[in-house]
């Protein structure tokens, strides 16, 4: 009997629980007593639908005591179903209200869908956000590079949230006109002295276009000096020109060895011909004497005159070469030899 008491109570406990967790009776009387009209149907179908009717009835909840009379329950629905924050647009459109910015749940809606933080659009449109850019780096015309920080003061456009740019692209337009205000300065002093021209430029130039801020204000937070990137350049156009007139030295220097070379090849080969020329001489003796056209009477005239010659040589080579060397005396059988 016990026992029967007990899985009876286990079942009913069970169901009143299950009852509860589908129709939640207490979660509809607190949409009553807050002047929300739904019923306990609508709920139960939230349910079956995967959709908490926690978090659309405290949206709702929410939306009526700040005034949106315009938010239904069908709109908060569609939107979670569509992976929307409803917390978040909701919010949104209460803070928008209160700061008397106009926009309607279907913009907001619409935000939200495009992954863009509707909440912090709003409070950023009612309380402008200072971005930071990056250290920008740019060169003057005297060779000096400049860094500079800015700090830009940015507010939200509702109207634009949707398809426009984001902080990127502002970031990216600011740097790029930062970039372009150094270059045209004539020094860097000059950037130095009056680093409100880039903020004028930056203001002049409309970068805001096609973005989804409203640019304020772009303030310089800091400037320095970096390299003196000209004189670089210079040093390295001057070793450049350097290894090219070494490297053009270097071609003619091996084009006069190679000259040389040939040249002392050439002079070898014309003594090798003189020795080969030489070397038929006694040939050509032999057979002179042996034909007839030289006797020997001959013959050793030429000897004679080959000793007399060697002797002459060696006589001036000891005396030095400064030496005049001695006319030899031909008598009238040498001139005949000749002849």
């Known amino acids: ?33 807050s002047g929300v009209k739904v019923s306990l149907l609508q709920l139960v179908l939230m ?35 569509s992976g929307g924050h409803v917390s978040n647009v909701v919010r949104a459109m209460v803070s928008a209200t ?10 907001a ?26 250290a920008v780096e740019a060169v003057a015309k005297d060779g000096i ?25 502002v970031l990216a337009r600011v740097g790029e006109c930062i970039v372009t205000s150094i270059g045209s300065a004539d020094t860097h002093e000059e950037v130095m002295e009056n ?3 880039i903020s004028k430029l930056v203001m002049e130039k409309g970068l805001d276009s096609g973005t989804a801020y409203e ?43 190679a000259e040389e070379q040939e040249m002392k090849a050439n002079k070898i080969k014309a003594e090798a011909e003189v020795v080969l020329s030489e070397a038929k001489v006694p ?20 000897k004679n005159l080959q000793a007399d010659s060697a002797m002459r040589e060696g006589m001036a080579n000891d005396s030095g070469d400064n030496m005049v060397k001695p006319v030899l005396n031909v008598d009238n059988n040498s001139d005949k030899f000749f002849k």
Do not use: H
Not at 10 to 24: D, G, N, T, W
Not at 283 to 302: P, T, V
């Open 1 to 33: 009997m016990n026992m029967t008491i007990v899985i009876i109570s286990a079942v009913a406990l069970f169901l009143i629980v299950l009852f509860l967790y589908f129709v939640p009776v207490f979660l509809w009387f607190s949409a009553l007593v």
């Open 47 to 81: 349910r079956i639908r995967n959709v908490p009717p926690k978090t659309i009835v405290d949206c709702m909840i929410t939306a009526t005591k700040a005034g949106l009379v315009n938010i239904s329950r069908d709109d908060l629905e569609s939107l979670y179903m």
């Open 98 to 107: 209160k700061a008397k910015i106009p926009m309607t749940y279907e913009q």
């Open 109 to 134: 809606a619409a935000i939200d869908l495009a992954g863009r933080d509707v909440l912090d659009a709003v409070k950023t449109s009612v309380n402008p956000k200072v971005i930071d850019t990056p």
């Open 145 to 169: 590079q400049v860094i500079v920080k800015a700090r830009i003061t940015v507010r939200s456009d509702i109207n634009k949230l949707v398809g426009g740019a984001g902080e990127e692209t």
């Open 195 to 197: 680093p409100d021209n």
């Open 215 to 257: 640019i304020l204000s772009v303030d310089i937070a800091d400037v320095d000096l970096g390299k003196n990137v000209g004189a670089g350049l210079q040093i390295e156009r001057a070793n450049a020109d350097r290894n090219i007139a070494q490297a053009k030295a270097e071609e003619r220097r091996a084009m006069a060895i």
């Open 283 to 302: 040939i050509a003796l032999a057979k002179a004497l042996e034909s007839g056209n030289m006797g020997f009477l001959d013959y050793y005239r030429l």
